[in-house]
């Protein structure tokens, strides 16, 4: 084939890279890894208009386009008849705290945006964790911990500029002139999308009073702790959200030390109008064993760079592994004997409760449901 039939020609105005390259290999790394990506081409555009400009030089090749940002939600293989639309790049953020609206890039993620939204005292209905990009997390629904109160990220969406088949700009919006603009909005509100999206426009929440952390214990622990949440998700508060999972805990503070390389029971909660919501759940808990790591309420050091999920999943605790106990065993932290839980927060750590980032929201719990169950309490 020559270069113009395989679609490896440069596209005008677009920074490419094609295999065996090092930006082809970070682009075709997607976080979730549970398929291989073998692209004709990566395309990496900055602007909605780069984005057309690589959707027209995939239908001129008989390319798909598949667009990707963190690639949390990578699943399929993706092979030569593919053009991989890197959206990385297109993460501008833009907060209007008088409207309560936040207008950002389709390769933004959660983290950043609740970042700049926190400063305002405003947050975006963000996922688990804080490197999930947005627009992928939006446009399946994306349920999290503020959907209780506020609802589904998808029911926050006011409008997509987004690129269609024919490498046209579009906006979809309830507003629309073009019928199919405004139809177009209802399928990105949960729908999946009907184009290649580069910007969105959605509403932010007010948070006045964020409360949230989470509780290890050995596995034995599992039908006890089970039966406790399950017996009281009825009298939860309004805004309390919560998790169960069965994970391997990681090596390495904080885990205490007994727990690391373990199955362990990891039980997250979060409330967005504080530690009342979370009331009836803390006093059934106190008929249970008593947690090995306690951080309710996480302090905020936790919060910084990458979230608690991360830590959960890796083993790392972001850059504040200085502020925790240097063996991670609980039995050393202020003299505590084994059977008493760790908690992050107190002045055995050296670390204040200082003032929530609330940025960090879609981490700070660490929900995560790698392994054998995994609950989580939904509004009734």
Partial sequence: MSTNENGLDAIKGVRTYAPGSDGYKQATSPRNSSATQHPLLVAAPTSIGQVAAAVRHAAAHDLRVVPQATGHGAASELGADVLLLDTSRLNAIQIDADRRIARVGAGATWGAVDSAAEKVGLLGRAGSAPDVGV???????????????????????????FVDGTGHIRRAADDATDEVDRAALWAYRGGGGVGIAARLEFELVPVDDLWAGFLLWPIEALDAVVSAWARCVPRFGAALATSIAVLRAPSGPPIPRTLQGQQVVHLSMASSRGEGDAAALRQALTAVPAPLLDTLPLPTFWLLERGVEDAVHEGEVGEAQEATPEDGDAGQVAGRTAQEPAQLGDPAHGVSQGRWHGGWLGGLVGQSHLNSLWCQSVPH
């Fill in 135 to 161: 627009s992928g997390f939006t446009f399946g629904g994306g349920a999290g911990w503020l959907t209780r109160p506020y609802g589904l990220a998808a029911g926050a969406l006011i409008a997509v500029d």
